[in-house]
């Protein structure tokens, strides 16, 4: 009977120490995600033109991202990549110098 106790105890904290499995992959976003895909060739024609509200927008229509970030001269960005934003940098006149995603 103590041996089976023991046993039990044991396999008990075994089961308890046992790491967590995470759920199965699924079409989750990430934290911080929108769940969709940034495309930046689809903006290139953006570039050139004045930042502005309306261009904003519209990078975001053309590309299909969920997030954006404006990124002026100078500026220090973090470096988290994230698929469903798009960084719009910019110049000393507030116009637009790259369209990139991430």
């Keep these: 009977m103590i041996g089976k106790t023991i046993a039990s105890a044991v396999l008990m904290t075994q089961i308890g120490c046992a790491p967590i499995q995470p759920p199965p992959e699924e079409a989750v976003p990430e934290k911080g995600s929108s769940g969709r895909t940034c495309a930046a060739g689809a903006a290139a024609a953006l570039v050139g033109r004045p930042a502005s509200t ?3 927008a519209e990078a975001m229509r053309l590309t299909g991202a969920g997030a954006l970030r404006w990124i002026p001269p100078g500026a220090m960005v973090t470096m988290d990549y994230r698929t469903d934003r798009v960084n719009i940098e910019l110049d000393a006149n507030n116009r637009v110098t790259r ?3 991430g």
């Design 54 to 56: 309306e261009l904003g």
């Design 99 to 101: 369209i990139r995603c």
